[in-house]
C-alpha cells in the first residue's frame, strides 16, 4: 500500500506545476491511501513545496559541436598538402607531367631511358600515391614521389600519364596526357651514335 501511495502521488507532481500547491490525502473504502486535488470527507490537507526545476544540458549539440582549432586540424594546408591520416580529400591545383614536354624526342643515345618528372601543387600528401601509365598500361607502380625512370622504352612513339591515388587507393587526379618519340640504334642504319645522354631531349618539330 506504501508503495501504491508513492507511485500516486508521484503522478501528482506534475500537476504540481513549479508552485506550491494543496494536495489532499484519504483512506478509501478498501483501505488504500488516496492523494487527490478535491478534498472529500476525513481527507487531510496535505500542501507541495514549491519545485526548482533545473533545465537539462542537450548533450547532443554540444559533443557535436568543435571548436575553431578543431575545425581547423581537419582541414589540410593548402601550402604544405600535410594533413592527419583520413582527413578529406582536398583537391590539387597542379597535377601534371612537367618533364618530359609534350612531343618530345628521345635521341637514339639515350638507348630508351627517361626520368618522368611530375608537377604537383601543393605538395604531395604522406597518404596519396602516384603510379605512372605508358600506352594506357601501368608502367610502374603506385609510390610517393614525383619523380619515375623509364627504361627500355620501344623506338616509336609513346603517351605517358601520371595517376594520383588516395589513402583508399581510388585515382583522384589524371595527368594530361604526353606524347614521346623515341630514337633507338637500328641495325639497319649505318650510323649508329655512341653514348649522347648528355644532350636534352628535342622537340620533334626540329
Not at 10 to 32: C, H, I
Not at 35 to 44: G, H, K, L, V, Y
Not at 156 to 177: C, F, I, K, T, Y
Not at 181 to 191: C, D, E, I
Amino acid at each position: 500500500m506504501r508503495r501504491l501511495s508513492c507511485l500516486l502521488l508521484g503522478a501528482l507532481l506534475p500537476w504540481a506545476g513549479l508552485e506550491a500547491a494543496t494536495v489532499y490525502r484519504y483512506v478509501d473504502e478498501q483501505g488504500n491511501v488516496v492523494f487527490s486535488d478535491r478534498p472529500r470527507a476525513n481527507s487531510e490537507r496535505i500542501k507541495l513545496e514549491s519545485l526548482t526545476v533545473v533545465p537539462s544540458l542537450d548533450v547532443k549539440a554540444s559533443s557535436a559541436s568543435t571548436t575553431p582549432s578543431d575545425q581547423a586540424e581537419q582541414v589540410p594546408s593548402r601550402r604544405t598538402g600535410e594533413s592527419r591520416p583520413g582527413a578529406p580529400f582536398m583537391p590539387y591545383s597542379s597535377f601534371r607531367i612537367a618533364s618530359p614536354q609534350d612531343e618530345a624526342t628521345l635521341q637514339t643515345g639515350y638507348g630508351g631511358n627517361v626520368q618522368v618528372e611530375l608537377d604537383v601543387d601543393p605538395d604531395l600528401r604522406q597518404d596519396h600515391r602516384v603510379r605512372l601509365l605508358v600506352d594506357g598500361e601501368i608502367s610502374q607502380s603506385a609510390m610517393h614521389t614525383k619523380a619515375f625512370m623509364l627504361t627500355n622504352l620501344d623506338r616509336g612513339e609513346h603517351v605517358l600519364q601520371a595517376e594520383l591515388l588516395d589513402a583508399s587507393g581510388q585515382v583522384r587526379h589524371r595527368s594530361a596526357p604526353v606524347t614521346l618519340y623515341v630514337h633507338r640504334a637500328s641495325v639497319n642504319s649505318p650510323a649508329n651514335p655512341g653514348n649522347l645522354s648528355g644532350l636534352p631531349l628535342n622537340d620533334s618539330s626540329n
